[in-house]
């Protein structure tokens, strides 16, 4: 049994203009010592489905799902009160945005501090000693003069350095990084991400990586699940997926980026990610998809087998000759 | 060799910070002594981490502020602020956030015609009307957008009203400051075939500022690489991708991840952080995180020599 399971989850915002259905029916399962990276662009529902797991999306969500358990628990009607027993401990986020994620008003030390003393437990001395160690570990210079800084007397790459020691304070079994670089330069990017699959491999949890960078995904993911639109589209091991992509957006995802290219000219893909009021009937990615036809725009397709990527697609690319024929 | 348009020479951008109650006074220095060229054509990027002057390099050459010392001519003709009003016009700019630089009470049209309302105000109405609606079709719009407001578009859509916007008084200078970098994956391929495309048509020199070394890759023909201020490195595309010779290029090109999972990598691991503009480092500043570094490093600072490319490197790489 895997440690994160979640089938068929979808969210829906009531809005002014009616039911917006930001995850429409995926799949997200997670193994100890996994690396799964979600990708998507803007709108494709990456965040909104792991926030819904965390129980962090405001009452206008409505979050259904057929299953989601985390270490054989079922996350469906628990109450706040006993989901945050596990949040922050067992299971842990890191966003996009270091400087706004943590409180301004108290020091980088008094807010780690808050999470071992209420998820572990410890006193004054032993709390102060685990921070020091923690900040030690994600490789903060200096660490006993950092407790006492404010957020905004740090840098970016710091700070995120800090959100990273608050939530492996606890030893959590998964961490979930929500973009955790895409705010960061380069070369403090480069930092972030040896740290994280450092942790990964030192400690052996579980890490859901949400990105939109190809290159982050590439150099980090052991696995891939690729979304569009709040569905989840295509999952595959990360080789495979950049080799042998089976659903169309995939393939003209990576087509399109610029160190493929191989003229001036860049393939595109036409139009943009269908919006609440021009939802297609069939395939979302239909009215953008060179290869649709009628069937495509008509019938909404269900995920391909394993062999196939689970690929959301009528006709996916890459099919081997005997499962085509 | 085509004349160049921009001839820059050691442009300098100094700001004073006064001192307040618990810190005293300084001088960021933002920009040093940065020297370049753009031909009509040709794309020239900076690249560069957040604080090392490539934003500030914008605003000197979009005339948006003045240099503290050094000067730039644009077609031969020295630009000082006497002289702004007259260049600006040759120079445009497009921002990064499309979301933020359009007006979201004005209509595409009025947004499109207001430039040369200001800088031709004796063009007749109709003859402005029918320009901006040319524009339009050659930013790839249809002629029903003229009459919308910007909430309607997409991100896609306003970076180009964006473009057309600054192509409105015919320029002979585009500055992009990270025309792609709030753009999705999918969109941004799109901006940037558009971006290519006026250039062959109107032939263009752009100034193209950009963090993501894999879109300057495909755009760029010559590369500055700057850091804390100062350009520690320059040259072409190829020879800059091939061999870098500054430590800091090389570190940068290894760092950016590549989108190819089975590419052998062999990153190169920065220590630390940029120091503050406020207080560079006396000898070479990316002595505190080089790995190669000598007391000479420390002690003087290396300038851009002119073999092969030239990198400011006491011992740059073969």
Known sequence: MPLLDIRNLSVDFATASGQFRAVDGVDVSVDTGDILAIVGESGSGKSVSMLAMMGLLPWTATITAD??????????????????????????????????????????????????????GLDAKERHAKAV??????????????????????????????????????SPKLLIADEPTTALDVTIQAQILDLLTGLQRETGMALILITHDMGVVAETAERVQVQYAGQKVEEQPVGDLFETPHHPYTAALLAALPERATSRKLPTIPGVVPGQFDRPAGCLFSPRCQFADDRCRSTPPAPCGPELGLARCHYPLNAKAEVTA | MNTPVVVAENLTRHYDV????????????????????????????VVGESGCGKSTLARLITMIEEPTSGTFAIGGDNVTPETWARHRADVQIVFQDPYGSLNPRQRIGSILEEPLKINRPDMPAAEREAKARDMLKLVGLRPEHFDRYPHMFSGGQRQRIAVARALMLEPKVLVLDEPVSALDLSIQSQILNLLVDLQERLGLAYLFISHDLSVVKHMADDIIVMYLGRPVEVGPKAEIFAKPRHPYTKALLSATPMADPKAKKTRIKLEGELPSPLNVPAGCAFAPRCWKVKDKCRAERPTLGDEGHPAACFFPEA
């Open chain 2, 18 to 45: 006064k001192g307040g109650l618990f810190s005293k006074g300084g001088t960021v220095r933002a920009v040093s002594e940065t020297s370049f060229k753009l031909e009509p054509g040709k794309t020239l990027a």
């Open chain 1, 133 to 170: 160690e923690l900040f030690e570990m994600v490789g903060i210079p200096a660490p006993e003069d950092r407790l006492k800084a404010f957020p905004h007397q740090l840098s970016g790459g710091m700070n995120q350095r800090v959100m990273i020691a608050m939530a492996i304070a606890c």
């Open chain 1, 67 to 120: 299953v989601m358990s985390f270490g054989g628990q079922d996350l469906r009607g628990l109450s706040d009160r006993q989901r945050r027993k596990i949040i922050g401990k067992d299971m842990a986020m890191i966003f996009q945005e270091p400087m706004s994620s943590l409180n301004p008003c108290f020091t980088a030390g008094f807010q780690i501090k808050e999470a071992l003393r209420l998820h572990l």
